[in-house]
């Protein structure tokens, strides 16, 4: 049976890997893609990752052009996945600020996530992030979750994230600590 989810080391191909997919991205007008940023384990240099960018672009709303714009671009939108979890203790937050398109396409492998800007789902991968890469301790700790629960469940991805979602919320209160200490703010455009 084949692996569903494999973690494997760093690749320093990575980074130039999401740079080619960004480039492409970057031909969508300015007035529907505002940010393109690499998310995810592969944008922490040194962390064991699935070996798929995951790229998050802002937008201001969600438009059919920008849909158009990216299947035009080999990017199949999986209608399915339209959401992003609701934290544990998050139940004030409404729908739409969980709310996301979510496309994947090969050549590299990639998984996109647009979210509208302003919105806490368009904040949180980009805080993790820069948390993350910050703090190597917690990055290691993380890698070692990821590369254990792949161990246990590498045919069942819903085990996978029931496990890992939560566990990044876990980080998140580490790094809304590091932002308040660093006074970080969001990001422009990688």
């Not at 007035?31 to 998310?39: A, C, D, E």
């Not at 040194?46 to 990216?70: N, W, Y």
């Not at 729908?95 to 509208?116: G, I, M, S, Y």
Request: a neutral charge.
């Amino acid at each position: 049976m084949k692996k569903v989810i494999e973690i494997v080391a760093y690749n320093n191909a990575w980074p130039k890997l999401f740079l080619r997919a960004a480039a492409g991205l970057r031909t969508i007008p300015a007035n529907l893609l505002l940010s393109i940023h690499h998310i995810g384990s592969t944008s922490v240099p040194g962390l064991a990752a699935k070996d798929v960018i995951d790229i998050q672009i802002t937008v201001p709303s969600f438009r059919a052009e920008i849909e158009d714009h990216l299947t035009e671009l080999g990017y199949a939108r999986l209608p399915n996945i339209n959401s992003d979890h609701r934290p544990p203790g998050r139940q004030n937050l409404s729908d739409a600020e969980l709310c996301k398109w979510f496309f994947q396409r090969t050549d590299p492998n990639v998984n996109l996530h647009v979210r509208k800007q302003g919105t806490f789902n368009q904040r949180y991968p980009l805080l993790c992030r820069d948390f993350l890469r910050a703090n190597s301790d917690a990055a290691k700790a993380y890698e070692l979750i990821k590369i254990n629960l792949a161990a246990r469940f590498p045919n069942d991805l819903e085990a996978y994230y029931d496990i890992k979602d939560p566990v990044f919320d876990l980080l998140m209160a580490g790094a809304e600590l590091w932002a308040a200490q660093t006074g970080w703010q969001l990001p422009p455009s990688d």
